[in-house]
């Protein structure tokens, strides 16, 4: 079943100073499987992050539509836009986005605390997740007491806190150091292998690697995808470094 459909998504924008357009993205169509995990990759300036926005709702395409398990994101209400996203989608940042004012048990707290949640609720969802996130000992401490590795698991609990349909990652591991990045993508693995829905976009071949499937941006188009199949992380690793000499170097288009 689709959870995620992009259908010829365009995005036009228009300069403040000159008024030319630009074209971020010309024409966008690709579908997310419950239970996927898809990366998306792309040169600087290829349109991956306008995509990530538009997807995750915060913009909107200038023409095509993007549908959350058939729903069209278009059609929800401006006012109910925020609720939509808290009780649809779990973000995960490069730069973690905790507020240091509060512990790291409330950062993860604040997506049910917004949504109404009783304490009791949290506390039975918060649990089971801290575990196998390997951040029980540390819920009490702030952001500013712990490495950037701590804060990125904090973040991942709060993105799935809220048990939300799909996961999308901006640049998860950007922040971190190798052993914290293996140790991201070693989640990233295990949640989706319990059967949550990740898309990540990502500049790196190594996070890349970890996905079932990875899609290529170029010119605002998908350019390529690849799927692992039987392929190892190593072989994954090197199919995506294929694909990206290729698009630094202006080859043909696959479909």
């Not at 049910?112 to 009791?120: D, E």
């Not at 540390?138 to 709060?158: F, I, N, T």
């Not at 990652?169 to 293996?182: H, N, Q, Y």
């Not at 295990?190 to 996070?207: P, Y």
Request: aromatic share 8%; proline share 2%.
């Amino acid at each position: 079943m689709a959870i995620l459909e992009a259908k010829g998504v365009q995005k036009i924008y228009t300069t403040r100073f000159d008024g030319n357009q630009v074209q971020a993205l010309s024409n966008v169509s690709f579908t997310v499987e419950q239970g996927e995990y898809v990366a998306i990759m792309g040169e600087s300036g290829s349109g991956k992050t306008t995509l990530l926005n538009i997807l995750a709702a915060l913009d909107k395409p200038t023409a095509g539509e993007v549908l959350l398990e058939g729903r069209r994101l278009a059609s929800v209400k401006e006012r109910e836009i925020s609720a939509f996203r808290r009780d649809n989608l779990g973000f995960v940042f490069q730069d973690f986005n905790l507020l240091d004012t509060f512990t790291l048990k409330d950062n993860i707290f604040l997506p049910l605390v917004l949504a109404g949640k009783s304490y009791k609720e949290m506390n039975r969802r918060l649990q089971p997740i801290a575990k196998k996130l390997g951040i029980s000992e540390l819920l009490a401490k702030y952001p500013y007491e712990v490495s950037g590795g701590q804060k990125q698991r904090a973040a991942v609990a709060r993105a799935l806190v809220a048990e939300p349909k799909l996961v999308l990652a901006d640049e998860p591991t950007g922040a971190l150091d190798s052993k914290s990045t293996d140790d991201l993508l070693r989640i990233f693995n295990e949640i989706n292998r319990d059967g949550q829905t990740i898309l990540m976009v990502t500049h790196s071949a190594k996070a890349a690697s970890h996905a079932g499937r990875v899609l290529f941006i170029k010119d605002g188009e998908v350019f390529h995808q690849i799927y692992r199949g039987n392929s190892s992380n190593e072989q994954m690793y090197q199919k995506i470094s294929d694909i990206l000499t290729l698009l630094a170097t202006g080859g043909d288009r696959h479909e």
